[in-house]
């Protein structure tokens, strides 16, 4: 599927061989991260992700090899996660 949006989009040479780098980041289904480090989760790196980080834009990214953009970012985010494990905002 990535290889067909990506083949029909044109961005890259060779769109087979883009789709299996993707499936190769992919699968494992496992966000690595590096202990003691600041989390990022973007387009062209991974370790981590904090719990506001713009997930979809990424992935979208990465499926179509061009930027996507929905609108959705941390100031979306209009309770903030607590500090404290389990991170769940305290009810107003």
């Known amino acids: 599927m990535i290889a067909g949006v990506v083949g029909a989009n044109g961005t890259a040479?060779?769109?087979?061989?883009?789709?299996?780098k993707v499936a190769h980041r992919f699968l494992p289904n496992l966000l690595p991260y590096t202990v003691g480090t600041p989390a990022a989760f973007g387009f062209a790196e991974w370790n981590g992700r904090s719990l506001t980080d713009?997930?979809?834009d990424?992935?979208?990214s990465i499926a179509s090899n061009t930027p996507i953009r929905?609108?959705?970012g941390k100031e979306s985010v209009s309770?903030?996660?607590?500090?404290?494990?389990p991170y769940v905002p305290v009810a107003s």
């Open 54 to 56: 713009n997930a979809s």
């Open 58 to 60: 990424v992935m979208f």
């Open 13 to 20: 040479d060779d769109p087979r061989a883009y789709a299996e």
């Open 79 to 85: 309770s903030k996660p607590s500090k404290i494990f």
């Open 70 to 72: 929905l609108g959705i």
